[in-house]
């Protein structure tokens, strides 16, 4: 079966650390792209950090410093680390991946949801 299950959400005071973990089966773990998404009420879906099969990494402005995104292919699980956590970093979280590289996601997860109070 081919899913995304996102865990490791939670509630975190403002400067905390979270780390999120993304389980992936169906092989997607060896997908062309993966990545972390997030959505916060009221705001679109905005891409926060992605990774390529050959661990090539690309961040959001916003969480340059703070944010660290790794895969383990042995484990097939995709993290994203949270350092520095912000009120504005609140939102659901999910994982995503472009298993053939065709530009666009083609398996989503259920999302995860991170609130960080002030």
């Known amino acids: 079966q081919v899913q995304l299950v996102e865990s490791g959400g939670g509630l975190v005071q403002a400067g905390g650390s979270l780390r999120l973990s993304c389980a992936a089966s169906?092989?997607?773990?060896?997908?062309?792209?993966m990545g972390w998404y997030r959505q916060a009420p009221g705001k679109q879906r905005e891409l926060v950090a992605s990774?390529?099969?050959?661990?090539?990494?690309n961040y959001a402005d916003s969480v340059k410093g703070r944010f660290t995104i790794s895969r383990d292919n042995a484990k097939e699980t995709m993290y994203l680390q949270m350092n520095s956590l912000k009120p504005e970093d609140t939102a659901v979280y999910y994982c995503?991946?472009?298993?053939w590289g065709i530009g666009r996601n083609d398996v989503w997860g259920q999302g995860t949801q991170v609130t960080v109070s002030s």
């Open positions: 990774i390529t099969r050959g661990g090539s990494t």
């Open positions: 995503a991946a472009d298993r």
């Open positions: 169906g092989s997607i773990i060896s997908a062309f792209l």
